[in-house]
């Protein structure tokens, strides 16, 4: 009888395709934040997105199908990235006291870290939310930490720390407000005040600044906390 040749089968492309696909979305997702922060949507350009993200133009539009879809997934990615660091606290297994502090403190070094969050956002604010208010992922996403917000709150309050009748929307409002209107004005306030608002060292301050503000609202028995 003849031997059987085997043939080698080729290996399945398949996983490596999946490997290039994201990593190219990844790149064009990461030129859009950079184009779009710098640009705003209004000026930002598909072609330059393509020429940052080293990708033919074409790939953009077959990801996302045209400006308005990379710049939407673009705002979905930083909202995204903020809320999955904020689980990382694991804020609800501190005690009220430190879940607070380390929300303030997280927050403070978020903005600072990642200010294309902040640019995204007046981005968007000058649309009036007109992108946000397609993305159901944004209100969904915040649910948990306004829930953990007010866990906290809640314990606080029986332990005799917290002031009573406080919203966990406004106080969350007032953390992330007195995080990055610094970072957002800091041209104009630098210029007003005859301060850097960028020097390491007020920056560090104005944490500290912010910390105390929030947990001297709340805190209504001595605090044991140290500073952060």
Request: charged share 25%; proline share 4%; glycine share 6%.
């Amino acid at each position: 009888m003849p031997s059987t040749v085997r043939k080698n089968k080729p290996p399945k492309a398949a996983p490596r395709r999946k490997r290039d696909a994201a990593a190219t979305r990844g790149r064009l997702l990461k030129a859009a934040l950079a184009e779009f922060c710098e640009k705003g949507l209004g000026g930002a350009r598909t072609a330059n997105i393509a020429v940052r993200a080293k990708c033919n133009i074409r790939m953009l539009y077959h990801y996302f199908g045209n400006k308005e879809g990379i710049y939407l997934a673009s705002l979905e990615l930083v909202y995204a990235q903020l809320r999955a660091r904020e689980k990382e606290l694991d804020l609800l297994h501190l005690d009220p006291e430190a879940g607070m502090a380390a929300l303030v403190k997280f927050t403070y070094d978020h903005m600072l870290a990642h200010q294309e969050f902040i640019k995204m956002v007046c981005n968007e604010n000058v649309q009036q939310g007109a992108f946000l208010c397609k993305l159901k992922s944004v209100p969904q996403g915040a649910m948990p930490l306004v829930k953990s917000i007010e866990t906290l709150l809640l314990r606080g309050q029986k332990q005799g720390i917290f002031r009573k009748r406080v919203n966990p929307v406004q106080l969350y409002v007032s953390i992330l407000s007195l995080s990055y209107v610094h970072i957002s004005n800091r041209f104009t306030l630098s210029i007003t005040f005859g301060q850097d608002l960028t020097d390491s060292e007020w920056l560090a301050a104005r944490r500290k600044h912010v910390r105390d503000v929030i947990l001297g609202f709340l805190m209504v028995g001595k605090s044991k906390s140290k500073a952060a």
